[in-house]
């Protein structure tokens, strides 16, 4: 008497009863890969894992990208026929498994990362109404599956969790990206610079990470044969390079020629890459004849923009130059001694 069949990888993920911690259904990521992308490169990462901790780790991202992909369809689908539910799933499984996918990275914040500092220490990374729109709109794909925008200018005022998001998105690109990636630091001065480093290494301390990165002088994934580090702004130092993700912090400040060169070297390199990006992020400063100060001006002439939230939130899109400008701040004219501007232009809680 034969018993039953047992199912196989692709049947787990479509029913959403994968579980890592059971030996016999970690070991089928070693099997022929699924269909979707995604799904498939945490195979071959499992694959080629050195280490028992580091494969568990890897099972346990493969059940939370199923349980994901069967959570959007609850939200999606609500209580619609079977039919309807099975086509959802395929959509969610396509769009968790497709490389770059915003609903994967929006799903590592609050699964990987607690806040290091603040009021808000040890508790999950979960993201702000205001920073999911942003992310969804800069991590927006075409038709043909590339970025829209390698160019990302986003303004916000003090205190709002610009710096602890973009590190924590250069670390997701860290670890996710399969093209040994250099993620750059930079700002006006390395210690500028160097504070995003240690947001993202805080990160990686109080996470189940720690197993994936190695805390150096900088951040390395041997997974991905990654690299993240801060650089100086010494611009004629910096060509040459290829970076997948270059962070710039408090653009504002890159006053000098060296330090708009070490803009310029990093963002005229970012071709040398499939997908690679760079994302500036400042406050408004107060020199319009600055680097920021030309951008913005630019960005006003660009083919889409709007104003949104009562003149509060300005977005700026160049899709055929892959630019984007997402600018919180109080419109021309506004009271700034009224406290009511103050919270409107500062999106954070």
Partial sequence: ???????????????GVFFARKPEQAALLLGPAVRWPNFASLQARYRAASSEPERR???????RLVRAAHAEVRRRTGARPEAQAAAALTAALNELGRPGSVARLLRFFPYYLVHPKGPLLGEPFELAPWQTRFLREFYRRDQHGRRVYRHGVLGVSRGSGKTP?????????????????????????????GIALEFARAFV???P??????????????ATRGVMKVISSEGRMQHGRMPAVALIDELWAFQTASEVQTYTALASALHKREDAFLLAITTAGYDKQSLLGEIYEAALGWPQTETLNDGYLFIARDPDNGRLLWWHGAPDGAPVDDPAVWRKANPAS
């Fill in 1 to 15: 008497m034969t018993g039953r069949p047992r199912k196989t990888l692709e049947q787990r993920v479509r029913e």
């Fill in 57 to 63: 780790h890897v099972a346990l991202e493969f059940e």
């Fill in 165 to 193: 998001l973009a590190a924590a998105l250069a670390l997701y690109e860290l670890i996710t990206r399969g093209d040994a990636p250099e993620v750059y630091c930079a700002a006006a001065s390395k210690a500028q610079a």
């Fill in 205 to 207: 301390q109080d996470s």
């Fill in 209 to 222: 990470l720690r197993e994936w990165v190695q805390l150096k002088s900088g951040l390395i994934c041997p």
